[in-house]
């Protein structure tokens, strides 16, 4: 699967629904997120059960804002619509497929007690 860009409009569906959701927020005068790009599309092709999707972080100014977006490139993860990772940064194709992997292997469950039990305290 080709990786998908998303706006301010679109994210919210896209992030929210079942399933894994990788998304790279970048801009293209960014020198690392334009060495990222390459690994990120290939991981698309290599994984075609997990949406990957792009913000353009000059584009999608608000949206960037919105999502506390302070350095790029950063990679977020969602799983079933939580947010399960974020990080500024690249990762080579190892880590990411590493990263990946644990991102399938997490209990869900338990990872909503979590949130559940910290939003209560």
Known sequence: ???IDITEKTFEDTVTGQGIVLVDFWAAWCGPCR???PTFSAASEKHPDI???KVDTEVEQGLAAAASITS???LMAFRDGTLVFSQPGTLNASSLDELIDRIKDL???EVQAKLASRQSA
């Open 35 to 37: 060495s990222f790009a």
């Open 72 to 74: 790029i490139p950063t």
């Open 107 to 109: 209990d869900m469950t």
């Open 51 to 53: 949406v990957f999707a």
């Open 1 to 3: 699967m080709a990786t």
